[in-house]
C-alpha cells in the first residue's frame, strides 16, 4: 500500500519557522516528482512547491518564493518542505503529493497525496 504521511505542522508565530516532511511507504518515488499544496477553510486547493525526482530542479509559488525551501532524500523516501519567515495567511493544511512529471504537480493532477498537516501561523 502506498502512503505519504506528513508531518511537522504545527502553531507558530508570524516570522517563525517549520519544516514539514513527508515519508512515502510502499513504493520507491526516485522517479517521481514531488511536492507540496495546501488548502485553508474555505478555499481552493493551492500549489505550493514542487522539486524533480533527484530534487535538481525546484519549483515555487510566487506567495512563497523566498520564504519555502523544498529538498528530497531519495534514500530515504523523505521529502522536506522548510518554511521561514511564516506569514498568517500561510495557514492551512499542507499535503504532499507525487506525480510523474513537474507539470502535474503545478496544476495539482498528482497520483498520490498524504493526509495533510496542519499549519497555524498567528499573529
Known amino acids: 500500500q502506498v502512503q505519504l504521511v506528513e508531518s511537522g505542522g504545527g502553531l507558530v508565530q508570524a516570522g517563525g519557522s517549520l519544516r514539514l516532511s513527508c515519508a512515502a511507504s510502499g513504493r520507491t518515488f526516485s522517479n517521481y516528482a514531488m511536492g507540496w499544496f495546501r488548502q485553508a477553510p474555505g478555499k481552493e486547493r493551492e500549489f505550493v512547491a514542487a522539486?524533480?525526482?533527484?530534487?535538481?530542479?525546484?519549483y515555487y509559488a510566487d506567495s512563497v518564493k523566498g520564504r519555502f525551501t523544498i529538498s528530497r532524500d531519495i534514500a530515504k523516501n523523505t521529502m522536506y518542505l522548510q518554511m521561514n519567515s511564516l506569514k498568517p495567511e500561510y495557514t492551512a493544511v499542507y499535503y504532499c503529493?507525487?506525480?510523474?512529471?513537474?507539470?502535474?504537480?503545478?496544476?495539482?493532477?498528482?497520483?498520490?497525496w498524504g493526509q495533510g498537516t496542519q499549519v497555524t501561523v498567528s499573529s
Open positions: 522539486c524533480s525526482w533527484s530534487g535538481g530542479r525546484t
Open positions: 503529493n507525487a506525480a510523474r512529471s513537474e507539470t502535474a504537480l503545478k496544476l495539482l493532477a498528482y497520483d498520490y
